[in-house]
């Protein structure tokens, strides 16, 4: 299934939003039935950002910053990139 392919589904659901409720319906109890598995997805990824997060504070510790400065710094630097991703999304 290519991007294109998901874009015009996407748009005849939104479309035809009542007439697809009973469809999303079930789509959303068969992503609900994998609840588990979703939620060890979704928590890897969290303790992956978690730890990325911590290996930055260390690197600017490393350079000299204090543990104020450092954690600052990575804040900044990761809300620039949610920053970013908001904008490029909305392109």
Request: charged share 25%; proline share 2%.
């Amino acid at each position: 299934m290519n991007a294109e392919l998901i874009k015009e589904m996407v748009n005849e659901i939104h479309e035809n939003a009542e007439e697809w409720r009973p469809v999303v319906g079930k789509m959303i109890g068969i992503l609900n039935s994998y609840g588990p598995e979703l939620r060890s997805v979704v928590r890897s990824i969290l303790m992956a950002t978690v730890e990325l997060k911590i290996e930055m504070v260390r690197k600017y510790e490393a350079a000299g910053f204090t543990t104020e400065q450092a954690i600052m710094m990575t804040m900044d630097e990761w809300f620039s990139v949610a920053r970013n991703a908001r904008v490029a999304n909305k392109r």
